[in-house]
C-alpha cells in the first residue's frame, strides 16, 4: 500500500516522539513492501515562531493532499501564562481538528499486566478495564461562540441534532463490535445542550437493539471511572466532558504517556497522543513514546493493515514486559531508558518479530 503521511511534531517533547512513531511506521513499511512517503509540517508554537499562524496554510494543504496525518503534540507555557496573547498554539490543533472535521475522536483505554503496579488506583479495581472512549471533537464550548471583555467572558455550549447523531452512529458502531454496552455521559439535570443530547439517544437506541445503552451524568462517570472502571465498555460524550475523562482515564492506564488516539470523520484523519507537549521535558529525551508509537498502529489498522498494526502492539507490549521503559513508567529499581531507546527497541522488535 502506499501512502502519503503527514508528519507534524509541533512543540514541547513533539519532535522526539514524532521520530519514533516514524521509525516504527517506515519499519512496518520495509517489513511489508509498503510504500509510506513522510512529508513534515508546521503546528503549534514552532508555527507561531516561524509564520506567525499555528495552523499555517501550507500546512492546511499538506494536510489535504495526504491520506493521513501523524501528530504529536502543541503547546508552550510562554502562552498558557499569558492569557492576553491574541494567538495561541492550541488554535492550531483545533483550527485542524475543525477544518478537516475531524468529528470522532476515539480513545481506547485498557491496562497492561506487567503496569497494574504503576497505576496509583488498586490493581483488583482495574485488572481488566478495557473500553473506549467516544469523544465529541468539533462542536460544544471549544468551537460555539465565545465573548471576552475585562470584567465578562463566556463560551457557548451548542450542539446540533445533526452533529449528536453522527458521534453517537459512531459510537453504536464501537458498541456493536464490542461488548454491545454503550454509557453516554452528559449533564442533562442541568444543560440544555445534554438535554439535546439524551433525547437524540433515546431516539437513536432504538435502532441498536442489540446494544445496552445507559446514561450517566458527567459527575457520577468521573466517580465511576476510577472506582469501577470495568463497567465501561463505550463510553460517548461531548467534546469538553471528554476531554476531561479521558486524561482521568489515563490513571488507569498507569501513565498518560500510553495512549493514542484517532481523530476521524470527513477528511484525512489524524492520529494522535492524548496527552499534551510536557514541555519541561522537550530535549531530555524521558517522555515515553508509546502513546504516539500506537496512534501510528491506529493508523495502521484504520487502512486495513491489521497484522501491520497487531505488531506493533506486539511489540510495544514486549517493550513493557522486557522493562524497556521510559521513566514515567520503569519500575523503581531499574534503570530507565530514553524515548530514542524505546523507540529503537520496539522498531527493532518490528522487523524480526513473527
Ligand atoms: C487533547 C488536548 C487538546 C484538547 C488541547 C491541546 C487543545 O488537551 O487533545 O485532549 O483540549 O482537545
Ligand atoms: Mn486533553
Given at each position: 500500500m502506499e501512502l502519503n503521511i503527514a508528519v507534524l511534531p509541533g512543540d514541547g517533547i513533539g519532535s522526539e516522539i514524532s521520530a519514533q512513531g516514524v521509525l516504527v511506521l517506515e519499519t512496518i513499511a520495509r517489513r511489508f513492501n509498503h510504500k509510506f512517503i513522510f512529508r513534515t509540517g508546521l503546528i503549534g508554537a514552532a508555527a507561531i515562531e516561524a509564520?506567525?499562524?499555528?495552523?499555517p496554510n501550507e500546512t492546511m494543504q499538506l494536510c489535504l493532499d495526504s491520506d493521513a496525518i501523524l501528530f504529536s503534540a502543541v503547546g508552550d507555557p510562554r502562552y498558557d501564562n499569558?492569557?492576553?496573547?491574541?494567538?495561541?498554539?492550541?488554535q492550531g490543533l483545533l483550527k485542524m481538528r475543525k477544518s478537516l472535521e475531524l468529528y470522532a475522536n476515539i480513545r481506547p483505554i485498557s491496562t497492561y499486566k506487567s503496569l497494574l503496579e504503576r497505576s496509583p488506583l488498586k490493581e483488583e479495581v482495574i485488572e481488566g478495564a478495557d473500553f473506549v472512549c467516544v469523544r465529541e471533537l468539533t462542536g460544544g464550548m471549544y468551537f460555539g461562540e465565545k465573548y471576552e471583555s475585562v470584567d465578562k467572558a463566556y463560551d457557548t455550549n451548542v450542539y446540533s441534532r445533526n452533529e449528536i447523531e453522527r458521534i453517537l452512529r459512531v459510537a453504536y458502531g464501537y458498541a456493536l463490535n464490542r461488548n454491545k454496552h454503550l454509557t453516554v455521559v452528559d449533564k442533562a439535570n442541568v444543560l440544555a445542550s445534554s438535554r439535546l443530547w439524551r433525547k437524540v439517544a433515546q431516539e437513536m437506541e432504538k435502532e441498536y437493539p442489540e446494544v445496552k445503552t445507559d446514561y450517566m451524568f458527567v459527575d457520577n462517570a468521573s466517580m465511576r471511572l476510577i472506582q469501577d472502571p470495568r463497567f465501561f465498555d463505550v463510553l460517548v460524550t461531548e467534546n469538553t466532558f471528554g476531554d476531561i475523562l479521558t486524561d482521568e482515564a489515563s490513571v488507569i492506564t498507569g501513565s498518560m504517556g500510553l495512549l493514542p488516539s484517532a481523530s476521524t470523520g470527513e477528511k484525512t484523519p489524524l492520529f494522535e497522543p492524548v496527552h499534551g507537549s510536557w514541555p519541561e521535558a522537550a530535549g531530555k529525551h524521558i517522555a515515553n513514546p508509546i502513546a504516539q508509537i500506537l496512534s501510528a498502529a491506529m493508523l495502521l489498522e484504520h487502512f486495513g493493515l491489521k497484522d501491520e498494526g497487531k505488531i506493533v502492539r506486539d511489540a510495544v507490549q514486549a517493550s513493557i514486559e522486557n522493562s524497556i521503559r521510559t521513566p514515567d513508567i520503569q519500575k523503581k529499581e531499574l534503570k530507565p531508558y530514553t524515548t530514542e531507546e524505546v523507540g529503537e527497541w520496539i522498531a527493532d522488535y518490528c522487523s524480526k518479530a513473527n
Open positions: 509564520v506567525g499562524d499555528p495552523f499569558d492569557p492576553t496573547s491574541p494567538v495561541r498554539p492550541e
